[in-house]
């Protein structure tokens, strides 16, 4: 099996989010519009939602078990489509699906690169496709995973990761997407997560406008770390919140001001991994 040239270099995760259930993968395809390489549906059984993190890189493989796989794929074909429409078929040379042979995405790096297949042939013979950020194009004939195996133990080279992003195949793992299930929760203040904690500080929570990977440890509320707030609910005189600031589990920012902690737009996470 492809997949188990990617698992022997990076280790699934314990517990996956939006794990695959096989018997709605025909569902699946039927939606999307085409059949989809077999490996494909096996990373969704096997890794679940997530991304493969190096220390300077982070490629995120769509689930396509997730709810948000067919909004993913729309998202990425509007994309391209008006880069078509503006370039012309010199600078973008491919089709975009649904039209035949068309791409299709399955992926996306942090540096603004994008991950596709070329839907020429039988979904198990589709090729990869790279577009980087200056809309250069590279062309790789692996399926999707025995791809990514190649990639990571340094026997293919990808011209828009360049070393020493991926240097060391022993530091690549696979983080889990923690904000993929709470997303579809509704969002709250960060007072209210407060409260719900005791009425402690010492917890975490995610912007749902900020970029994927991103996430804040919250110190404290109004200077205080713990004990009951001030005010009426669910605002409470709006204190001011301090918080670190992570971004894929680095720490960016330190002890930062928040005053924005009154707005609905928050969700309670776990912590992320090596944070």
Request: charge should be negative.
């Amino acid at each position: 099996m492809a997949i188990d040239d990617l698992t022997q270099l990076v280790e699934p995760p314990k517990f996956l989010v939006e794990k695959g259930d096989p018997s709605i993968w025909r569902s699946i395809e039927q939606r999307i519009g085409t059949p989809l390489p077999d490996d494909f549906r096996d990373f969704g059984i096997t890794y679940g939602s997530g991304s493969f993190v190096d220390p300077s890189l982070r490629i995120s493989v769509y689930n396509p078990f997730s709810e948000s796989f067919q909004e993913r794929i729309n998202q990425h074909r509007y994309t391209l489509e008006a880069l078509k429409a503006g370039e012309g078929d010199e600078y973008f040379p491919y089709g975009i699906f649904p039209a035949p042979g068309g791409l299709v995405a399955w992926g996306h790096d942090d540096l603004a690169g994008e991950l596709y297949w070329l839907t020429v042939g039988k979904p198990n013979n589709w090729r990869v496709i790279v577009r980087d950020d200056p809309n250069e194009l590279e062309e790789f004939g692996e399926t999707m995973t025995t791809f990514l195996a190649k990639v990571f133990a340094r026997r293919i080279s990808v011209r828009a990761w360049p070393e020493p992003i991926l240097r060391d195949s022993v530091s690549i793992r696979f983080e889990s997407e923690v904000f993929a299930v709470l997303e579809r929760e509704n969002p709250q203040t960060i007072y209210a997560f407060y409260v719900e904690n005791g009425n402690r500080a010492d917890f975490w929570v995610r912007d749902e406008r900020s970029q994927v990977g991103v996430c804040y440890y919250v110190k404290a509320i109004g200077g205080k770390r713990e004990g009951p707030l001030c005010g009426i609910p669910d605002e409470y005189d709006r204190p001011v919140v301090t918080m670190d600031i992570y971004a894929n589990a680095t720490l960016i920012e330190k002890d930062v001001d928040a005053p924005h902690g009154y707005q609905r737009s928050f969700f309670r996470v776990e912590p992320p991994t090596g944070a």
